[in-house]
């Protein structure tokens, strides 16, 4: 058995740990038998085979694994950008793999944040611009001075995408993800584009993000010193979670070296 993190507890096969109180004693989603197909013509890829997991409330879960092992499509589907082939994926013990097209897009603009590897900023408009572009159909949205300021930008409301750093526009891009103030941040390598150093201020916003608002956040990554800063790491292998690893200690992003 593999053990990711000094003094963790590690379970393989899908058991996931169970919490005992805090943030995460309550699931905020249950993933039962969930199978995605992929068909183009006669050619068929299995991207998710049978998955079995729990997301609990407020914590922070990073998925590691190869490309292809079906993490994005995972998170893509609890996000509802994607749907299942077969299984089920509850939210708050409603089903999500039941939605119609009408009701994913209602779930994703009240309830969950993305960010990923690219920014998709438009050049266009400020920091700030940006961000209302969320606040103004969001129904109990944050001020976007607010947001940006929660991930360190506070005097940068008012530059363009061009006059800030890659860092910066990824903070951009989590604040405008967080001025929502959705209950889940689904993050797919958000560090991907990123030195070490910059990246490490995204996580810290990240991190700042799960403290101070209680948003749930999973993070995917193949950068795997990132996994100490989570809850809990689930490892992804040819379609399946293979093993489920839950951090007793875990440590702050400028405390990780890759």
Known sequence: MIRLNPGAQTSTYGFIPTHTGGAMSQALFKIEDLTKVYRTGDVEVQALRGVDAVIYEGEVAVMLGASGSGKSTLLNILGGLDTASSGSVTFRG???TGYSER???LYRRHHVGFVFQFYNLIPSLTAKENVA???EIATNPMRPEEALELVGLKERVSHFPAQLSG?????VAIARAVAKRPEVMLC???TGALDSKTGILVLEALMQTNRELGTTTAIITHNAPIQALANRVLRFS?????EVTENTRRVAPHDIHW
């Open 238 to 242: 040819d379609g399946r979670i293979s």
């Open 188 to 190: 797919d390598e958000p």
């Open 133 to 135: 572009l969320v606040t």
């Open 94 to 96: 409603e089903e999500l």
């Open 167 to 171: 860092g910066e526009q990824q903070r």
């Open 103 to 105: 009701q994913l897009t």
